[in-house]
T-cell receptor, first 112, second 112 residues
Framework: QKEVEQDPGPLSVPEGAIVSLNCTYSNSAFQYFMWYRQYSRKGPELLMYTYSSGNKEDGRFTAQVDKSSKYISLFIRDSQPSDSATYLCAMSLGTGGFKTIFGAGTRLFVKA | DVKVTQSSRYLVKRTGEKVFLECVQDMDHENMFWYRQDPGLGLRLIYFSYDVKMKEKGDIPEGYSVSREKKERFSLILESASTNQTSMYLC???????????FGQGTRLTVV
């Protein structure tokens, strides 16, 4: 079983839809949770960063962490064609170790 | 604007060749990383360096080596390229181990 599971998609939605992207994980020791966005032929860039449980909102994006269920989500409101990208979840232990585990990424298409 | 620059966007090499992938960052970060990204597998850590001349193996170091002679430069070396090393290679740097990773644009390597 992979430490982090993420549905690769592709996920196709119409412009303006609410998008929900999810990851599950197996290691309850993870404390830092991240979402990266990767446009085609580019490197990933950090979108959201959360420590421990709870919600974090930034504009149209909301990151949610449920440590009891070992489940994290990224919500995109009023999705735009420019949101079309691959979204990778990532998590790390927070003990000073260098290991960040990445999900495989979900490919999102937002149709105009 | 922070920058991680990889020397090549696309490379085609022959089986058995020695291949050098170069990465330079201008943020004075101690920590630098090499990942490979394959469909369905996400980002997998090859090697990590936390200081000049210091390195740690990641999850898949076999067939690779690294060099960190200067703080800003981290090189990935494929001693004898093989077709199963055809992949997207991503370099990243971090100020601290659990902070944001800044990625280069990636090098798509094809070994024929």
């Amino acid at each position: 079983q992979k430490e982090v599971e993420q549905d690769p998609g592709p996920l196709s939605v119409p412009e303006g839809a609410i998008v929900s992207l999810n990851c599950t994980y197996s290691n309850s020791a993870f404390q830092y949770f991240m979402w990266y966005r990767q446009y085609s032929r580019k490197g990933p860039e950090l979108l959201m960063y959360t420590y421990s449980s709870g919600n974090k909102e930034d504009g149209r994006f909301t990151a949610q962490v449920d440590k009891s269920s070992k489940y994290i989500s990224l919500f995109i409101r009023d999705s735009q064609p420019s949101d079309s990208a691959t979204y990778l979840c990532a998590m790390s232990l927070g003990t000073g170790g260098f290991k960040t585990i990445f999900g495989a990424g979900t490919r999102l298409f937002v149709k105009a | 604007d922070v920058k991680v620059t990889q020397s090549s966007r696309y490379l085609v090499k022959r089986t058995g060749e020695k291949v050098f992938l170069e990465c330079v960052q201008d943020m004075d970060h101690e920590n630098m990383f090499w990942y490979r990204q394959d469909p369905g597998l996400g980002l997998r850590l090859i090697y990590f360096s936390y200081d000049v001349k210091m390195k740690e193996k990641g999850d898949i170091p076999e067939g690779y080596s690294v060099s960190r002679e200067k703080k800003e430069r981290f090189s990935l070396i494929l001693e004898s390229a093989s077709t199963n090393q055809t992949s997207m290679y991503l370099c990243a740097s971090r100020r601290e181990l659990n902070t944001e990773a800044f990625f280069g644009q990636g090098t798509r390597l094809t070994v024929v």
